[in-house]
């Protein structure tokens, strides 16, 4: 059975007194004192029964058991050192982006394959989760959000604007119209936390009205359910905006209000210097201004997905807002 390994401190201070052949400067280099450095040295002598070191005053030089133990460790300690610290130009990046699961799902993957056919050289690796990850210092992470501006450490933008709308199966819509003030409760899905009260304002309905449908903490479970007729969902026109391309959903109302959230991009300050990151959130931009020109194109009466909406007249909740 192989023994236990010294730490691997010890074996990075030996390594520094090696290479510059001195314990300060050795010292210097690990932002330590020369006494803990020779503490580390002596641990690493008594681990390995050996005299590393030969001191003559303040400089030292190796035994050659010393000499033969470098040898040894050269090819390891810098394959660890290039492990945590790759180079620059390495082939490949890795970039981390975590987000919700129905913005991966619905927004972000039907625009990957652009990003990926422009840059081969990063990898990157999609994380869902409803908690926000905290990323490790210097690690190559993006998030996207849906949620409020909160103060911290971490650099926060809104990445794109997002309107609140009403959709539903055709059939369902067919039987209970577009008028929103004639729908029943138990018809109105429900999202746990979406606070839907700026859409009922703007669609005329009581202040007392409160929907009693199905309740989803899922975005995209939450239009999946209206696309198999089990009610009228509100939703983000960035998360239902496919199903309605494709058919399977309608606009089920004139109505269009600005999401009470924003859509984030959050990023720790000391990595979005990084090249990888640059070059990732570069082209995120790039694909809200796209988006931009979407929601733009939408809120025009004639647009192709409003042309079922009978008399429709825009609203004055429908307001633009800036990337």
Not at 150 to 167: M, Y
Not at 217 to 245: C, E, F, T
């Amino acid at each position: 059975m192989h023994g236990k390994l010294p730490p691997l401190f010890t074996l990075q201070a030996f390594e520094a007194a090696s290479r510059l052949g001195s314990f300060s400067r050795a010292a210097d280099e690990l932002n330590l004192t020369p006494g803990a450095i020779s503490r580390q040295i002596r641990q690493l002598e008594d681990w390995s029964a050996l005299t590393l070191f030969q001191r003559n005053g303040p400089k030292v030089s190796l035994t050659d058991d010393g000499a033969a133990l470098l040898t040894r460790l050269a090819g390891p300690l810098a394959a660890l050192h290039q492990a945590i610290y790759p180079p620059d130009n390495a082939v490949q990046k890795t970039v981390y982006v975590t987000t919700l699961a129905s913005i991966a799902k619905e927004w972000l993957l039907p625009r990957l394959g652009d990003f990926s056919r422009r840059h081969p050289e990063i990898r990157l690796i999609i994380q869902t989760d409803y908690a926000l990850v905290r990323a490790a210092p210097r690690v190559a992470m993006v998030a996207l959000r849906h949620g409020s501006r909160q103060a911290s450490d971490q650099l926060c933008e809104t990445l794109f604007g997002d309107r609140l709308i009403a959709v539903a199966a055709p059939d369902l819509l067919t039987r209970l119209g577009n008028d929103a003030r004639c729908w029943p409760a138990h018809a109105v899905l429900q999202h746990v936390a979406l606070d839907a009260r700026p859409w009922f304002d703007l669609a005329g309905m009581p202040e007392e009205f409160v929907a009693e449908g199905m309740a989803f903490n899922d975005a995209d479970v939450l239009l999946q359910a209206a696309q198999q007729g089990l009610g009228i969902a509100l939703s983000r026109l960035s998360i239902a905006w496919r199903r309605l391309q494709a058919g399977s959903l309608v606009l089920a109302s004139d109505v269009v209000c600005a999401t009470p959230r924003e859509n984030l991009l959050v990023l720790r300050e000391d990595s979005a210097s990084l090249p990888e990151v640059r070059c990732f959130t570069d082209w995120l931009h790039q694909q809200a201004t796209l988006w931009h020109n979407d929601v733009a194109a939408f809120e025009q009466h004639d647009h192709p997905l409003r042309a079922h909406i009978a008399g429709y007249i825009p609203r004055a909740g429908m307001i633009e807002k800036t990337i």
